[in-house]
């Protein structure tokens, strides 16, 4: 995984890297998977996506102007070609995607429950759908939509705290904790 320093950012959210990590093995990618990465932001999930799948191809969805030119800019620096960005506000765009093998959710605009419609809808039999949230809320919302269409799911907390060099001392910095949230869709 590439350090979260490599990225073009500006003020534009990103999914860490031992986030980005724990997503995509919840992702189970293959060199020619084909994924939706959903509110990509910088597009630092979508970037390392596309070089796990390096013969399939990356469907980064977003809906903010500042972050999808940080999503073109890291492309070509990261020098992926198999990446198509729409611009959207998900669920609107997601129609027009291929068949998927693998479907990530890292933003959702209040729209979570449609998005998922939507995703299910592409996602392949044995295709998995991978959610990050931050909020109870959109985990709750998350959860509440699995367990009502009786989807089998995995969740999970992570907490991560990175030591950082301040002078000689070593400091702890906490980051967000993230719900990890992954299905796979049975038939």
């Keep these: 995984m590439l350090n979260d320093e490599e990225f073009l950012r500006g003020n534009v959210p990103m999914t860490k890297r031992e986030i980005r990590t724990l997503t995509l093995a919840a992702a189970r990618l293959d060199v020619d998977s084909v994924v939706a990465d959903v509110g990509a932001g910088?597009?630092?999930i979508?970037?390392?996506?596309?070089?796990?799948?390096?013969?399939?191809?990356?469907?980064a969805i977003e809906r903010n102007a500042a972050a999808i030119e940080l999503i073109r800019r890291n492309i070509e620096k990261f020098s992926v070609g198999n990446v198509e960005i729409i611009c959207a506000a998900a669920p609107d765009g997601l129609a027009s995607l291929p068949a998927l093998d693998a479907a990530i959710i890292g933003g959702s605009g209040g729209r979570l429950n449609a998005i998922l419609?939507?995703?299910?809808?592409?996602l392949k039999t044995g295709g998995r759908l991978v959610l990050n949230a931050i909020t109870l809320q959109t985990a709750t919302t998350?959860?509440?939509?699995?367990?009502?269409r009786a989807l089998p799911y995995d969740a999970f907390q992570v907490q991560i705290t990175r030591l950082e060099r301040v002078g000689r001392y070593d400091m702890a910095k906490a980051l967000n904790p993230v719900w990890i949230?992954?299905?796979t869709k049975e038939v």
């Design 117 to 122: 419609d939507a995703l299910f809808d592409k």
């Design 42 to 44: 910088t597009g630092s």
């Design 142 to 148: 998350a959860l509440e939509y699995l367990r009502a």
């Design 181 to 183: 949230i992954a299905a």
């Design 46 to 59: 979508t970037i390392e996506a596309a070089r796990l799948a390096h013969g399939g191809k990356v469907f």
